[in-house]
């Protein structure tokens, strides 16, 4: 039965679930529609990346691994529609590079979840469904590799020019040292106290994030890069980096207090705080890049931009 306009066809491919729901119920025998391309519902709700409609067929219908196994026209499996690279707009997130990694996990996620499993199957054209993902990614992947490479190299820059400075904090002791002996005349003191410790954390968080960003320079590029490994370099870099600024500024201001005169230091707090807040802005500018590093990081299933996320 291939009529291109049922109404379940439709809804299926444009994510309808209640649509789809309400005929399944009703008339269950739906699921054997195909469109003008031999297309049926688990193979329309792959390639348009419906992960909801898709959970729906499955937990309906996984006893019927016919369903399942169909082919379209060009010979096409359900793992071929899946590796298909998606619109712009599919996904609940931007950027080449994330979309790939969502892009990936949509395919590993229809691999996990398939009742029936063919991977080494080849369509019309004599291509595998990871043939299939690398060719239809080969343009994300480098607009993908390029975006890194910008943000890597902006990145490694302020890293290595926190390094420095946190090089240069860590090597100077505040007021000097006891005449005669290495023990600083500082010890004990709060302020003293906070200043190595942050002076330290600014070092060596700013050199792991110069190594992050390095590493992410040095890589291939696969698409398979893009799943795990690179994001996670992003990730820790990035958090490294925002870490390494905030006690780059905590180790100045606890060094320059101890240059306030005494009647000056109940004024320093709130002055170091207003010194913080151009900082404070970009970061806030950069939060919405890191917070979706993490949602596409953590999140199994990737979601369509109509859908919440569940991570």
Same mark, same amino acid.
């Given at each position: 039965?291939?009529?291109?306009?049922?109404?379940?066809?439709? &809804?299926?491919?444009?994510?309808?679930?209640?649509?789809?729901?309400?005929?399944?119920?009703?008339?269950?025998?739906?699921?054997?529609?195909?469109?003008?391309?031999?297309?049926?519902?688990?193979?329309?709700?792959?390639?348009?990346?419906?992960?909801?409609?898709?959970?729906?067929?499955?937990?309906?219908?996984?006893?019927?691994?016919?369903?399942?196994?169909?082919?379209?026209?060009?010979?096409?499996?359900?793992?071929?529609?899946?590796?298909?690279?998606?619109?712009?707009?599919?996904?609940?997130?931007?950027?080449?590079?994330?979309?790939?990694?969502?892009?990936?996990?949509?395919?590993?996620?229809?691999?996990?979840?398939?009742?029936?499993? +063919? $991977?080494?199957?080849?369509?019309?054209? /004599?291509?595998?469904?990871?043939?299939?993902?690398?060719?239809?990614?080969?343009?994300?992947?480098?607009?993908?590799?390029?975006?890194?490479?910008?943000?890597?190299?902006?990145?490694?820059?302020?890293?290595?020019?926190?390094?420095?400075? &946190?090089? &240069?904090?860590?090597?100077?002791?505040? /007021?000097?040292?006891?005449? /005669?002996?290495?023990?600083?005349?500082?010890?004990?003191?709060?302020?003293?106290?906070?200043?190595?410790?942050?002076?330290?954390?600014?070092?060596?968080?700013?050199?792991?994030?110069?190594?992050? $960003?390095? +590493?992410?320079?040095? +890589?291939?590029?696969?698409?398979?890069?893009?799943?795990?490994?690179?994001?996670?370099?992003?990730?820790?870099?990035?958090?490294?980096?925002?870490?390494?600024?905030?006690?780059?500024?905590? +180790?100045?201001?606890? /060094?320059?207090?101890?240059?306030?005169?005494?009647?000056?230091?109940?004024?320093?707090?709130?002055?170091?705080?207003?010194?913080?807040?151009?900082?404070?802005?970009?970061?806030?500018?950069?939060?919405?890049?890191?917070?979706?590093?993490?949602?596409?990081?953590?999140?199994?299933?990737?979601?369509?931009?109509?859908?919440? $996320?569940?991570?």
């Amino acid at each position: 039965m291939k009529d291109p306009s049922t109404p379940f066809l439709i &809804a299926a491919k444009m994510g309808v679930l209640e649509i789809v729901q309400g005929i399944m119920k009703h008339h269950p025998m739906a699921i054997h529609q195909e469109d003008v391309e031999k297309k049926n519902a688990v193979l329309l709700a792959i390639e348009h990346k419906h992960p909801r409609t898709y959970k729906l067929l499955c937990d309906n219908y996984s006893s019927n691994q016919s369903i399942f196994q169909k082919l379209d026209k060009n010979g096409n499996s359900a793992f071929h529609l899946a590796a298909k690279r998606t619109r712009d707009d599919t996904w609940r997130i931007h950027g080449a590079a994330l979309q790939i990694q969502w892009d990936l996990k949509w395919y590993d996620h229809i691999k996990s979840t398939m009742p029936y499993k +063919s $991977f080494a199957r080849q369509n019309n054209k /004599g291509k595998t469904a990871k043939e299939v993902l690398h060719q239809e990614h080969k343009e994300m992947v480098k607009e993908g590799a390029q975006w890194l490479i910008n943000t890597s190299q902006s990145c490694s820059v302020v890293a290595a020019l926190i390094a420095s400075v &946190a090089y &240069a904090s860590a090597t100077t002791v505040p /007021g000097g040292l006891k005449e /005669g002996t290495a023990i600083p005349l500082l010890r004990g003191q709060p302020a003293f106290n906070i200043f190595i410790i942050s002076s330290l954390l600014a070092l060596c968080l700013s050199v792991t994030s110069l190594t992050m $960003f390095l +590493s992410i320079l040095t +890589s291939r590029y696969q698409p398979s890069d893009f799943r795990r490994k690179l994001p996670r370099r992003l990730i820790l870099g990035l958090s490294s980096l925002f870490v390494s600024v905030a006690a780059m500024l905590v +180790s100045f201001s606890a /060094g320059h207090f101890f240059d306030l005169e005494e009647q000056l230091r109940p004024t320093a707090l709130p002055i170091y705080a207003l010194i913080s807040l151009p900082v404070s802005l970009y970061a806030r500018t950069q939060f919405h890049l890191f917070i979706d590093l993490i949602k596409t990081f953590f999140t199994t299933v990737p979601q369509r931009s109509h859908d919440k $996320f569940t991570i």
